[in-house]
């Protein structure tokens, strides 16, 4: 059972060579790359908006996960986020079902880790300098996926917070519901927001989702010339 447990979870990345450099020194110097323009003569607002969203992610525990986790290898470093990312998508579910989103440190807790989400798409579009393509873009996409759930949940647990909608919501799924349809850009207008700080919600959501939807996508299905986390080898 460990074993079919192990080439289930772990695969056959065993053989890869282990990292030079583990993720917080990747980022590190990331940033230092970013700093001496080392592959982009940046400057200005585009130069303080790429060293922001690098360090932003220091202040997050994905990448803090992804150190100890390397430490036994690549293959657990994967296996660790995977879990992470999809416990980021179960949290905001499991709030809004139990109503736990009437305390203050647990509905903190959740904006702090979607905050994480939300900033980390750009940061690997923007300021990706010194980030090797991964071994994986069809594991990458799928992350995607789980990363665009959790965006719509976490949106969810916040319009269940308050009265912003035309009506309440009869059940925590109605919240899933008008977030989904918020993200989808269908809008059938059974629900929507009457409340200045709904209408900012569904403003901020949809802005979010076409940037994490359209602009993300169009970097992995584009070749770019440039050295980062999206590049591609001549064989692709």
């Given at each position: 059972m460990r074993k079919i447990l192990r080439k289930l979870l772990l695969g056959n990345v065993t053989n890869l060579r282990d990292p030079k450099l583990n993720p917080i020194q990747k980022r590190i110097q990331n940033i230092k790359a970013i700093w001496n323009n080392d592959h982009q003569d940046d400057n200005g607002i585009e130069k303080i908006v790429r060293l922001f969203l690098s360090s932003s992610q220091l202040i997050f525990p994905g990448i803090y996960i992804k150190y100890f986790a390397s430490k036994k290898g690549t293959e657990y470093e994967d296996l660790a986020m995977d879990f992470y990312i999809l416990s980021k998508v179960a949290m905001p579910l499991i709030i809004i079902s139990n109503q736990?989103?009437?305390?203050?440190?647990?509905?903190?807790?959740?904006?702090?880790?979607?905050?994480?989400?939300?900033?980390?798409?750009?940061?690997?579009?923007?300021?990706?300098?010194?980030?090797?393509?991964?071994?994986?873009?069809?594991?990458?996409?799928?992350?995607?996926?789980?990363?665009?759930?959790?965006?719509?949940?976490?949106?969810?647990?916040?319009?269940?917070?308050?009265?912003?909608l035309n009506q309440k919501f009869n059940h925590w799924f109605d919240a899933v519901y008008f977030s989904m349809v918020t993200?989808?850009?269908?809008?059938?207008?059974?629900?929507?927001?009457?409340?200045?700080?709904?209408?900012?919600?569904?403003?901020?959501?949809?802005?979010?989702?076409?940037?994490?939807?359209?602009?993300?996508?169009?970097?992995?299905?584009?070749?770019?010339?440039?050295?980062?986390?999206?590049e591609k080898s001549k064989k692709d």
């Open positions: 736990w989103q009437q305390f203050p440190v647990i509905l903190g807790l959740m904006i702090y880790v979607m905050l994480e989400t939300v900033l980390y798409i750009p940061t690997l579009i923007f300021a990706s300098d010194l980030f090797s393509k991964p071994r994986s873009y069809k594991r990458s996409m799928l992350l995607l996926f789980f990363n665009y759930l959790e965006i719509v949940f976490g949106f969810a647990v916040l319009y269940s917070t308050g009265n912003y993200s989808s850009t269908i809008g059938f207008g059974d629900l929507y927001p009457v409340a200045t700080f709904g209408k900012f919600l569904v403003m901020t959501q949809s802005l979010l989702v076409l940037m994490f939807v359209v602009l993300f996508l169009n970097f992995y299905s584009t070749k770019i010339d440039s050295k980062g986390y999206f």
